[in-house]
Structure formats: C-alpha cells, structure tokens
C-alpha cells in the first residue's frame, strides 16, 4: 500500500544540464509529484530583450516517490537522503511569491532571519545587503546550493525572536 503523495518525502534529483524541464514532464505524466522552481532572466539578443524562465537550482529538480531505486537520487553514498521539508516549502513560497529571485552562492548557516510580512511570511533564511537592496537566501542543504530573493527589510526578524524590524546583515555581501 502506497502512502498519499503528501506524506512521502522530497528526494533532490540530479539532471543532465538543460533537461530540467524534460525530465520534469515525463516525472510528471507518470503520476509522480514534481516541484522545478524557475525564475525568469533578461537575456539580449542584438535586435531585442528577451525574458526566459531558467532553473533556480540548475541541474536538480525534486520529487516525491515511495521507492528510493530512482538513478541519480542525491544522497550520501548509494543512499538517498529526503530534502528537509522547509527547504522546499520556502523554495515553493519563493516560485509563488513571484519576486524576483535568481540562483545564489551556497552560504553556510550564519544569521538566520524569520519574515513576518509579505508574500515570504514565515520563510527562514539568511538576510543579506547587496547593493542597496535586501535578500534574503534560502539554501538546499543536501545540494549545497542556494536561491536569492529581493525582499524588504523591514519583514525580517532574527529567527526565534519575536521583534519586528530588525536588520542582519550576513557575510558575503
């Protein structure tokens, strides 16, 4: 008997470069559950401006499945290890939110923030100054990668505070 789709975990798969969204189709119509966060870029071709979604996490989509024998599942050894939940629920809020977001260094766990306001309230992840605008930085732990967003500072406070308006700043800007 198979558990229901919300209860299974999120495995990181790895994907050749630029199949991401090919990968995802065929998960998808074999009834498996497939989350491929994209943000959209401006690229300039010489006549024009052209806006393309692309892979948040270039080279990884996630998915839900019940049986850990898939190929290429990102783990330790040969043995597959779930993305933690948040993770993917501030990844997901992210996508949703439809800020302007784009792929980020791996940052190690340094100032933690909460957002209490705004469209990312309740996501967790590091706030950082760069260049006059906030972001705040969720990472993937398993794939040592991160996503930027631009937020307003003012939402953030320091996790596990309840003060409002308080502004870290995190290494790296």
Same mark, same amino acid.
């Given at each position: 008997m !198979?558990? +229901? #789709?919300?209860?299974? +975990?999120?495995?990181?798969l790895?994907?050749?470069a630029?199949?991401?969204?090919?990968?995802?189709?065929?998960?998808?119509?074999?009834?498996?559950?497939?989350f491929?966060?994209?943000? *959209? !870029?401006?690229?300039?071709?010489? %006549?024009?401006?052209?806006?393309?979604?692309?892979?948040?996490?270039?080279?990884?989509?996630f998915?839900r499945? %019940?049986t850990?024998?898939?190929?290429?599942?990102?783990?330790?050894?040969?043995?597959? @290890?779930?993305? %933690?939940?948040?993770?993917?629920?501030?990844?997901?809020?992210?996508?949703?939110?439809?800020?302007?977001?784009r792929?980020w260094?791996?940052?190690?766990?340094?100032?933690? @923030?909460?957002?209490?306001?705004?469209?990312? !309230?309740?996501v967790?992840?590091?706030?950082?100054d760069?260049?006059?605008?906030?972001?705040? *930085? *969720? !990472? *993937?732990?398993?794939?040592?990668?991160?996503?930027?967003?631009?937020? #307003?500072? #003012?939402?953030?406070?320091?996790?596990?505070t309840?003060?409002?308006?308080?502004?870290?700043?995190?290494?790296?800007?």
């Open positions: !198979s558990l +229901p #789709d919300a209860l299974l +975990p999120w495995f990181a790895e994907i050749r630029r199949h991401e969204r090919f990968v995802a189709s065929a998960l998808h119509s074999k009834g498996f559950e497939v491929l966060p994209l943000y *959209v !870029s401006k690229r300039r071709w010489s %006549d024009r401006i052209k806006e393309i979604e692309l892979p948040l996490l270039p080279g990884y989509l998915s499945f %019940d850990p024998g898939v190929r290429q599942v990102v783990g330790t050894g040969k043995t597959p @290890v779930p993305v %933690d939940e948040s993770e993917i629920a501030a990844l997901q809020s992210i996508v949703v939110s439809r800020l302007q977001a792929p260094p791996f940052l190690q766990v340094g100032q933690r @923030v909460r957002i209490e306001q705004g469209p990312l !309230s309740g967790e992840g590091i706030l950082l760069s260049q006059k605008r906030e972001r705040l *930085v *969720v !990472s *993937v732990t398993l794939l040592q990668r991160s996503v930027a967003v631009e937020i #307003d500072g #003012d939402w953030a406070v320091p996790a596990g309840a003060l409002r308006g308080l502004q870290f700043r995190g290494a790296g800007t």
